[in-house]
């Protein structure tokens, strides 16, 4: 059921509303397994509170492989009610075409303010197929559309060009961290497709971590990431954006030396852990999330041990900057990479 309260701008509208940290919160299951749509809730609304610039429901790290399409329709509706209109909620779409399709559907239903289009299933695809599987997915939803490149769908430049092109796809994450192949796609589409396209298309960082190589995208002049740190130490997160917007690149350094790269040598330590470290942060935090389904497996007990003290270490690191300090500033990005 769409929410009343805040129904999708419609399409063309997204790009200009993505800034600041890039929100992706994990999807919240009970004991019995089942989604906990109220913790779920309460995820969703202390991401917005905290200064979230957008809200990725039912995305990676929300486990949307694990997702049923009626869970899935749930969450992006908690998801927008939460957010209130405050910012835009996106929603993940993947599988084959038409599961993506269906997805769409159910994500604009629930009034959704866009998609994340995940790679397409299992399958290798040759960049015509590639561009045939988005179009089609766009051609089917009035939501505006960031395509994912990571895994089985890397892009050409003349692939994202004709992307971007595509009436209703807006954006692109990179989740490859193949910086001369980005460098050649924003090069490509700056040059190859109409200025006023080129301006509505919006790029960022999706690695894992993503702190880690802000100063490598920012040379590139892509400013938007997603933050998975947000989902468990906002307070970290949000100290980072600022010392990077604010120029303070001692700030940056210390936070990436005493807490991102230690925090991504943990995440290496294990499979899945880019989502079940995640959420083992946010049940250390004091917000009962619940475990990852299958096939992801939970962190050892020796890990989460490691991630608490890092966490411990993260907030002393930034004792004095509460979450709410500078919230507006970190939605003050300059959408880069246009």
């Known amino acids: 059921m769409t929410s009343s309260s805040s129904p999708a701008p419609g399409r063309g509208t997204l790009a200009a509303r993505l800034d600041g940290l890039l929100f992706f919160p994990v999807t919240a299951f009970g004991p019995d397994g089942e989604v906990d749509l109220g913790t779920f809730r309460t995820h969703v609304r202390r991401g917005v509170d905290a200064g979230a610039g957008a809200v ?14 009626e869970e899935f329709h749930a969450c992006v509706a908690a998801a927008v009610e939460e957010a209130d209109g405050r910012v835009p909620v996106v929603a993940g779409a993947g599988y084959g075409t038409a ?24 399958v290798v695809p040759s960049q015509e197929g590639l561009l045939r599987h988005y179009a089609e997915l766009a051609a089917s939803t009035s939501l505006d559309i960031v395509v994912y490149q990571r895994d089985n769908a890397v892009f050409t430049p003349s692939t994202v060009a004709a992307l971007a092109r595509t009436p209703g796809i807006v954006g692109l ?21 109409p200025a006023e396209t080129v301006r509505g298309f919006r790029y960022f960082n999706g690695l894992p971590t993503a ?24 307070e970290v997160a949000l100290a980072f954006r600022r010392a990077l917007t604010g120029g303070d690149d001692a700030r940056v350094a210390r936070l990436l030396d005493g807490f991102f790269r230690p925090l991504v040598e943990l995440r ?36 989460v041990r490691e991630l608490a003290q890092l966490i411990d270490r ?25």
């Open 314 to 338: 993260g907030l002393e690191s930034v004792a004095g900057d509460g979450p709410e300090d500078g919230a507006d500033d970190v939605r003050t990005g300059d959408g880069g990479g246009r």
């Open 173 to 193: 994450k990179d989740g490859l961290g193949d910086l001369d192949l980005l460098q050649r796609i924003i090069s490509t589409v700056r040059t190859e497709v």
């Open 56 to 69: 990725f429901a039912c995305c990676g790290t929300g486990e949307f492989h694990a997702l049923t399409p």
């Open 211 to 234: 702190e880690q190589t802000c100063l490598a995208y920012r040379s590139l002049g892509v400013d938007l990431y997603s933050s998975a740190a947000f989902c468990f130490v906002p």
């Open 268 to 303: 290496d330590k294990g499979r899945g852990y880019a989502v079940s470290l995640v959420k083992a942060g946010v049940r250390l935090r004091g917000l009962d999330v619940g475990e990852v389904r299958p096939p992801l497996s939970e962190p050892s007990a020796e890990h």
């Open 99 to 122: 599961l993506a399709r269906r997805f769409a559907a159910l994500a604009e239903e629930a009034g959704a303010d866009g998609l994340l289009a995940m790679p397409p299933y299992l």
